[in-house]
């Protein structure tokens, strides 16, 4: 029989293995000044990537184990953006904090094709291996500044927790297997629409899924890794963390829940309502009482996953689309918010709040970047965070949940007081010292970047929305 | 441009964005963006008017905003020459107030604020005037209200400015609650909030006369409170607090209008409803004479034009409610001119001689000659006097208005047209002729500065001709430009016209006598007629009444509540207490949280919360671990319970 590859449809994800090979060559060949370049390579390479995924084209190969498909596309723009507003945001904090630069760009990279893998996976097992592959590079990216305590302390927790939740994980991929007979997504979800009872061994199965991706997306009760790493881990680390790996973990719970485990609906969507509540209401609480801005945005992230799974109950195109338009505007709000971080940590080197005082004065441009992502996290239109909620709850309405709307709701008051009082500091509180603070270029125009996306996405939010609108059709 | 008018509101935002946030310590930079912006909006706003003088329209360009199953957002932009008209009017008089500006706030420590105001302004209103459903017009309906009460209260250190601001606030607002009751009774007897689509359900005939009556009386609310109109007119004379360009660019030639152009923008209703229509008439005849009446006796420079702006508006309502879709949108425009170049004019004065009191004043046309010219060329156009821009759009009301034989109305009309033009001479005379009254502050008086005058000189020019373009013997002139449903050309009245100008001559010819050759004696005229002098001076005792009627009872039902608030609250606390005292026995720990937590509320508890559970990240990996396996092991149980 012809087994018909297609290697065309992984071209970009090819590509950018091969030019993270390339970069990590030519990273021995580089003095330790000109290490900035290799920042800049890997900005080519992930161009030249988004060009190349934006132009593939779609189709199912490798037996249907890999599908490149519209929903794909979405997730793969959403990383392959974080990661150039990743590395953009690096080259200065790489150069006067880390050693082995040439690396640390190689490992986001990695992480990046591992991640674009997993929005293709039609199939558990590529998806786990393609998830880990996204996630081990991560631990060492956690622990990248090794002579710094947090940081290693950062990497070894987010290693051991990431591996108990992986072996939870791969439990319940083992256990599915064996009850379906398949790893194929398609195959199990025919397999469980023929059965006529759910064993309570499956619905263990589904749990321990559920576990599993839930420690990606830092989901409440999975979550505790997330503010230690957050803190610990270098900051544009943090940056990627928070929004790629947040992404990845999402791409897969879709795929695997929408397209597989669709027949199952009524056993997990209680589950994923209990965990949106949670996360919902103690990511916000707890952020109230944070002083390192590091730590705030970790449980503002745990709060925010838990909005994304409120449109995951819809179960419906409207709410494939609005996850990923909420993605969308996450992205450039969130890592937005870290890029005014980094660039307020390379010059004064502090991450507690109170250190933002006066802001307005000393950099206009960042507290006004800063106030507009902040803006976008509590969902004000016209940023983009607005759009996104509203099609979050949206989706979440439509099938009849209100209660988790309203709580939704209210937790995001709860939001606007601790976004806001970074706001406050910056704004109506006066620090010790008033010098003006300068910006590098690249992380200027990382800025300039999210504030687009950001005020774009919410103006002329139809535009991006006809766009997404096709990441649905795989599964509806 | 039409297509992408919306550019002509956007600039002015710019402008409020970069002034606030980058320019707000930077005088020449803050108020150079913002005459930049407006100027650009300007000419932009003539590129429209040449499209629209193509082709007509009605353009409509919708932008879906929000769109899911079931719902939609839209916003749109309704392009019609009536919108380019007052895209004009606003651009040109926004351009000429800024400039003065420039003169006027020069010196003012909050001078970038000021500008930045003027930008959110000039904003708000294009965009009032561009959008194309119920919505947006509310939207930047109280966003205009809301500059209007910054404006007015921009020099906040008087507490009669303040004061003055908060009492536009409220007064508005009591309008504006007719006005959103009456956009939730259309949405809900004609789903939409579209123009259009409202429009064309008004033509099928699908919406019962009865509601549309609602509706129409409902949104003159609105607009009655915005245009100052009986019974809303008490804040637009207070308002006069705020700098005087403030007070020619809002509160006489846009921000008042935009009443005028919402009740332009209903005229399918009025066609419909004869209640709502006459409801729109009586109320704009009556505010006409009243504000007149009231004119005739003030002495404070600001508060007759304001009066004056009062009783225009309100013929510019009789001429809408009478059907006369042309004229009173016509009228709007040139008033907007001749009316602007008054408040810059007295700003001219005032600037001058630091008072508002024109028994200060006198003599000053020797003083400032180019404010004394066109304040004359702004009061014979106001007065309706041939061939300038007042007469052509006064005559066209009073031909409005008779044509659909509401004589009552028409005497009433032309009566206040004697009216006013003997108080804008009496104010001209008093000002400008004679000798000063106040040697010292004469003594000190100069011509304004250029960036003032000149704005005086545009505003003049137009004064005159603006009106021409709808002098009724010319064929493509403003009635088969701006109209209702289908251009008809009404032959002029000339025996009208005749009437009016003699009225208004007299009106003059009177002011003459009594205050520049001084044959009649003002003083004893006041003593003869005491009793009507007196209830004119204290402006017919509205604020009286408001003050012994509305505000008592608003005061008094504020009684009652607090009273209400207090008992029940002290009830609730003695309660609260007791129960704690009880408790404390039992748990004298923890009623020290109870109290607290019914004091300080919500906040506190939330923060307390939010420690606790900060606790529990103790930073040990195996407390982390362990609550995974904890999560999994709630998450079978939650399955299995």
């Known amino acids: 029989m012809n087994i018909p590859i297609d290697l065309s449809l992984l071209y970009p994800e090819l590509f950018l293995l091969v030019w993270t090979f390339v970069v990590l060559v030519a990273d021995f060949f580089t003095s330790e000044d000109s290490k900035p370049n290799i920042g800049y390579l890997s900005l080519i390479g992930l161009i030249i990537t988004a060009i190349l995924s934006l132009s593939s084209k779609q189709g199912t190969t490798f037996y249907g184990?890999?599908?490149?498909?519209?929903?794909?596309?979405?997730?793969?723009?959403?990383?392959?953006?974080?990661?150039?507003?990743?590395?953009?945001?690096?080259?200065?904090?790489?150069?006067?904090?880390?050693?082995?630069?040439?690396?640390?760009?190689?490992?986001?990279?990695?992480?990046?094709?591992?991640?674009?893998?997993?929005?293709?996976?039609?199939?558990?097992?590529?998806?786990?291996?393609?998830?880990?592959?996204?996630?081990?590079?991560?631990?060492?990216?956690?622990?990248?500044?090794?002579?710094?305590?947090?940081?290693?302390?950062?990497?070894?927790?987010?290693?051991?927790?990431?591996?108990?939740?992986?072996?939870?994980?791969?439990?319940?991929?083992?256990?599915?297997?064996?009850?379906t007979g398949s790893i194929s997504l398609h195959i199990i979800s025919l397999r469980l629409e023929e059965m006529l009872t759910l064993s309570p061994l499956f619905v263990l199965a589904i749990i321990f899924l559920i576990a599993g991706l839930s420690f990606k997306l830092a989901a409440v009760p999975f979550h505790m890794w997330c503010p230690d790493v957050y803190e610990g881990a270098p900051t544009p680390v943090t940056a990627y963390l928070s929004v790629a790996s947040k992404a990845a973990g999402l791409a897969a719970l879709i795929r695997i829940f929408y397209d597989s485990l669709q027949p199952a609906a009524a056993q997990w969507i209680p589950l994923f309502m209990a965990i949106a509540a949670m996360a919902m209401v103690l990511g916000n609480v707890v952020a109230i009482k944070q002083h390192n801005i590091k730590r705030l945005l970790a449980y503002s992230s745990i709060a925010q996953i838990g909005y994304v799974l409120v449109g995951f109950l819809g179960d419906s195109e409207l709410a494939v689309t609005s996850m990923v338009i909420y993605m969308l505007a996450y992205l450039f709000a969130n890592i937005g918010a870290f890029l005014v971080v980094i660039a307020f940590y390379n010059k004064i080197g502090s991450d507690e709040i109170t250190a933002y005082a006066g802001l307005s004065k000393r950099s206009p441009f960042l507290a006004i970047s800063m106030v507009i992502f902040l803006l976008s996290l509590v969902g004000i239109p016209p940023m983009a965070g607005f759009i996104g909620k509203f099609y979050l709850f949206s989706a979440a309405i439509q099938k009849g949940y209100y209660w988790i709307v309203v709580l939704a709701v209210l937790t995001s008051v709860v939001s606007l007081y601790y976004y806001m009082s970074v706001a406050y500091q910056m704004y109506f509180k006066t620090g010790d010292d008033d010098s003006k603070i300068s910006i590098e270029p690249t992380l200027a125009v990382a800025v300039a970047i999210a504030l687009a996306g950001t005020i774009l996405i919410g103006v002329f939010p139809s535009s991006v929305i006809s766009a997404v609108f096709g990441a649905s059709r795989a599964f509806f | 441009m039409i297509e992408h008018s919306y550019i002509i509101a956007l600039l002015p935002l710019v402008s409020y964005v970069l002034i606030v946030f980058f320019f707000s310590k930077r005088d020449k930079v803050a108020s150079g963006i913002a005459i930049t912006a407006v100027l650009i909006s300007f000419v932009l706003s003539v590129f429209a008017l040449f499209e629209t003088l193509a082709d007509k329209g009605p353009h409509i360009i919708r932008f879906e905003w929000i769109v899911i199953?079931?719902?939609?957002?839209?916003?749109?932009?309704?392009?019609?020459?009536?919108?380019?008209?007052?895209?004009?009017?606003?651009?040109?008089?926004?351009?000429?107030?800024?400039?003065?500006?420039?003169?006027?706030?020069?010196?003012?420590?909050?001078?970038?604020?000021?500008?930045?105001?003027?930008?959110?302004?000039?904003?708000?209103?294009?965009?009032?005037?561009?959008?194309?459903?119920?919505?947006?017009?509310?939207?930047?309906?109280?966003?205009?209200?809301?500059?209007?009460?910054?404006?007015?209260?921009?020099?906040?250190?008087?507490?009669?400015?303040?004061?003055?601001?908060?009492?536009?606030?409220?007064?508005?607002?009591?309008?504006?609650?007719?006005?959103?009751?009456?956009l939730l009774v259309m949405y809900f007897f004609a789903h939409t909030l579209d123009y259009q689509t409202f429009y064309s359900l008004v033509e099928n005939n699908q919406i019962s006369a009865g509601v549309l009556t609602a509706i129409g009386i409902l949104l003159f609310m609105g607009a009655v409170g915005k245009s100052a109109q009986f019974p809303l007119h008490v804040w637009l004379p207070d308002a006069m607090e705020g700098p005087t360009p403030v007070s020619a660019l809002i509160h006489a030639a846009t921000m008042v209008a935009a009443g005028v152009y919402l009740t332009a923008r209903i005229m399918s209703i009025i066609v419909v409803s004869h209640t709502a229509a006459m409801t729109i008439a009586y109320i704009g005849a009556f505010t006409a004479f009243m504000a007149a009446s009231i004119a005739l006796v003030q002495n404070d420079i600001k508060r007759v034009l304001?009066?004056?702006?009062?009783?225009?508006?309100?013929?510019?309502?009789?001429?809408?409610?009478?059907?006369?879709?042309?004229?009173?949108?016509?009228?709007?425009?040139?008033?907007?001119?001749?009316?602007?170049?008054?408040?810059?004019?007295?700003?001219?004065?005032?600037?001058?001689?630091?008072?508002?009191?024109?028994?200060?004043?006198?003599?000053?046309?020797?003083?400032?000659?180019?404010?004394?010219?066109?304040?004359?060329?702004?009061?014979?156009?106001?007065?309706?006097?041939f061939p300038l821009s007042g007469f052509w759009s006064k005559d066209e009301i009073f031909g409005a208005v008779m044509r659909e034989g509401h004589y009552f109305l028409l005497i009433v009309a032309v009566l206040v047209a004697g009216m006013t033009s003997f108080y804008m001479f009496r104010l001209c005379f008093l000002t400008f002729t004679g000798k000063p009254r106040d040697q010292h502050k004469y003594d000190h008086s100069h011509e304004s500065p250029k960036n003032m005058t000149y704005p005086l000189m545009v505003l003049a020019f137009l004064s005159i001709f603006a009106g021409w373009v709808g002098i009724p013997w010319l064929h493509k002139g403003y009635s088969s430009f701006v109209f209702f449903e289908h251009p008809h050309h009404e032959s002029p009245v000339i025996w009208l016209m005749i009437i009016s100008t003699i009225v208004a001559l007299s009106g003059i010819y009177l002011a003459y006598l009594m205050y520049y050759k001084r044959s009649i004696d003002p003083v004893k005229v006041g003593e003869r007629f005491k009793p009507i002098y007196t209830f004119l001076l204290n402006k017919w005792y509205f604020d009286e009444l408001y003050m012994g009627t509305v505000i008592k009872f608003v005061y008094w039902f504020m009684e009652v509540l607090y009273r209400f608030d207090v008992g029940i609250i002290d009830w609730f606390v003695n309660f609260v207490g007791r129960f704690g005292l009880f408790n404390s026995r039992l748990w004298q720990t923890f009623d020290v949280y109870i109290i607290d937590g019914a004091v300080n509320g919500a906040g506190y508890l939330t923060r307390w919360i939010s420690g606790g559970l900060r606790k529990i990240q103790t930073g040990q990996v195996q407390n982390y671990a362990f609550v995974i396996f904890l999560g999994v092991v709630l998450l079978i149980l939650f399955r299995v319970m």
């Open chain 2, 69 to 182: 199953p079931g719902f939609s957002l839209p916003l749109s932009i309704y392009f019609d020459p009536l919108t380019s008209v007052m895209l004009l009017v606003v651009t040109i008089v926004s351009s000429c107030v800024h400039i003065y500006s420039l003169g006027y706030m020069h010196g003012d420590p909050r001078f970038p604020r000021f500008f930045s105001f003027l930008s959110l302004f000039t904003f708000s209103m294009l965009g009032l005037v561009l959008s194309g459903s119920f919505v947006g017009t509310y939207i930047f309906w109280e966003l205009v209200g809301l500059t209007s009460y910054l404006l007015i209260g921009f020099w906040f250190e008087k507490s009669s400015a303040s004061n003055a601001g908060k009492k536009a606030f409220i007064t508005t607002k009591t309008g504006d609650l007719g006005f959103l009751l009456g």
């Open chain 2, 306 to 385: 304001a009066y004056s702006t009062i009783s225009q508006l309100g013929y510019m309502m009789l001429a809408l409610g009478v059907g006369g879709y042309v004229s009173g949108t016509f009228h709007l425009m040139t008033h907007a001119f001749f009316k602007a170049l008054l408040f810059l004019g007295a700003g001219s004065v005032i600037h001058a001689v630091h008072t508002n009191d024109i028994n200060e004043m006198g003599g000053l046309q020797k003083k400032m000659p180019i404010t004394a010219i066109t304040f004359y060329i702004a009061s014979l156009s106001i007065s309706g006097i």
């Open chain 1, 65 to 179: 184990a890999f599908r490149a498909d519209t929903f794909g596309l979405s997730f793969n723009i959403i990383f392959i953006f974080s990661a150039i507003l990743t590395v953009a945001s690096s080259i200065e904090f790489a150069k006067k904090n880390l050693k082995h630069q040439g690396e640390f760009y190689g490992l986001i990279l990695f992480s990046t094709v591992g991640m674009m893998f997993l929005s293709a996976a039609d199939d558990l097992l590529i998806l786990y291996v393609s998830l880990e592959l996204a996630t081990i590079s991560l631990f060492i990216l956690s622990a990248f500044m090794k002579r710094d305590l947090k940081s290693t302390e950062a990497g070894m927790k987010y290693f051991i927790l990431g591996a108990a939740s992986s072996a939870i994980m791969i439990y319940g991929i083992s256990l599915i297997y064996g009850m």
